[in-house]
């Protein structure tokens, strides 16, 4: 709560005059925040137009809930989408991050906002660029880790590109020397 005081004249006399506002924090609210918070937190939220889907998808009756509050939907600029790949990407993080969390970074990005969020994708990726995040639900990541592309095979290590197939498990490519799958691994 943020309140000032002025004199102002009016009619020839001075009056003490107050003003009150509520200040709002801008915030970026991942799925878990929509799915667990009561709903006086989630009002005036900035959420992706895509996390719709994914909560109708899985919470039909919250979704309900949801829908009827002040949150405010957005859809993600090609641009900012792009800056979160590249982020994303160098890290390490991207090959495990879905379309929505993708989204939900952009936009904290975009927006240079805190990201509320229990992913601890999301929070390495949003921490490795030196921005703030904050747990829904968890204790949240304890530690800020890299990632990178390690060959099966030749054992060859690189930087995971900003182009790379995502999926939440499994090989993340096929190596460029040897043809062996390669997995993420921990910078060490």
């Excluded at 003490?16 to 991942?30: I, P, Q």
């Amino acid at each position: 709560m943020v309140w000032t005081s002025s004199l102002e004249c009016a009619h020839n006399r001075w009056v003490d005059g107050v003003h009150y506002s509520t200040v709002v924090m801008m915030r970026v609210l991942d799925t878990a925040a929509l799915l667990h918070w009561p709903a006086d937190k989630l009002v005036g939220g900035i959420c992706a137009e895509s996390q719709r889907q994914e909560i109708e998808r899985v919470s039909p009756q919250r979704s309900m809930l949801v829908f009827a509050l002040e949150i405010d939907w957005r859809q993600v600029p090609n641009d900012w989408l792009e800056h979160a790949r590249k982020v994303a990407a160098k890290s390490g993080d991207l090959p495990r991050l879905s379309d929505v969390d993708l989204d939900v970074l952009a936009l904290a990005l975009g927006l240079d906002v805190p990201l509320f969020t229990d992913d601890y994708r999301l929070q390495n990726t949003m921490q490795n660029a030196g921005k703030n995040t904050s747990s829904i639900d968890s204790s949240g990541a304890k530690q800020v880790w890299k990632w990178q592309l390690r060959c099966t095979g030749c054992r060859v290590k690189t930087e995971v590109p900003a182009n790379v197939d995502r999926s939440k498990k499994g090989p993340i490519k096929d190596c460029d020397i040897c043809g062996s799958p390669m997995m993420l691994k921990k910078v060490k």
